[in-house]
């Protein structure tokens, strides 16, 4: 169920551009195998930028060989997707990838992405998706994807403490006017601090504790009296000792509002 879901929405990232990208395109046949190499990230859907929330990262190592990483909340009672760097096999001919994965025994997600257009920034892509469980088709759609290409990778940057706080958030849940305090560890995991008097102390309240950052995609859970919370921001620099954030959320009447964070490294 989860790979349905995660298939479902990477093949409905429809996108329509302008005209002067669709009808100009560096041919995509050309060396594809080559052009491809690097992370990209899917960027919009629905003449919309897309939500931190539903981002997906996409690296090619080789012709051959790529991963994955996503976090995705989408039916509560069901659970979420959390995908850090899973494997793909990548087989391409002309201007065609097929990328495969194998979840678990049961399960195979099939991607086969015909590419319109590829320059150095980014590339459109018609998406065909097919997902089997015990070679039983369960989904299969069809549609139009944009990626853009992913330029820095803050896997390492990020190790270490910081503090700091909301800069903007047009008044979401995420601003509570507090400063607050992460350690991101090596193995994956993270320790939240708050404040007892003078001194910052880790919070006990949360298990799990985890995160992974791709590219420039950052996604944590938590485990907070037995409900499991995440969140999602994409980082926009790690300079001088100074991380800043962004996320693009959703206000409950559709409208769209952009947080930003910036915490400065203490440790």
């Known amino acids: 169920m989860q790979w349905v879901m995660a298939a479902a929405l990477i093949c409905s990232a429809s996108v329509f551009t302008s005209c002067t990208k669709q009808d100009n395109p560096v041919n995509p046949a050309d060396n594809l195998a080559e052009k491809i190499i690097g992370k990209w990230m899917i960027a919009d859907r629905n003449f919309e930028p897309l939500l931190s929330n ?8 080789s012709a051959t060989k790529a991963y994955m990483s996503t976090s995705l909340n989408i039916i509560s009672d069901v659970g979420g997707i959390w995908e850090n760097h899973t494997d793909l096999d990548v087989a391409i001919d002309g201007n065609k990838m097929t990328l495969i994965s194998h979840p678990d025994e049961h399960n195979t997600t099939v991607q086969e992405l015909t590419v319109i257009a590829i320059d150095a920034t980014e590339f459109f892509a018609n998406a065909k998706v097919t997902v089997t469980v015990d070679g039983e088709v369960v989904f299969s759609g069809v549609d139009t994807v944009h990626f853009t290409k992913v330029k820095s990778d803050y896997s390492e940057d990020i190790l270490g403490t910081w503090e700091g706080h909301v800069t903007n958030s047009e008044g979401s849940v995420y601003d509570d006017g507090e400063t607050h305090r992460w350690e991101y560890k090596a193995d994956g995991t993270y320790v939240y601090y708050v404040k007892d008097g003078d001194d910052w102390v880790p919070y006990e309240g949360n298990t799990l504790n985890e995160y992974f950052v791709d590219g420039n995609l950052l996604c ?17 620099s790690i300079k001088n000792d100074v991380m800043k954030w962004k996320g693009l959320r959703a206000n409950e009447d559709g409208s769209t509002y952009t947080a930003t964070f910036e915490m400065k490294k203490v440790e």
Request: aromatic share 20%; hydrophobic share 50%; net charge negative.
């Open 220 to 236: 944590t859970r938590w485990i907070d009296n037995d409900v499991e919370n995440r969140e999602w921001w994409e980082i926009v």
């Open 54 to 61: 539903e981002k997906v990262v996409f690296t090619f190592a």
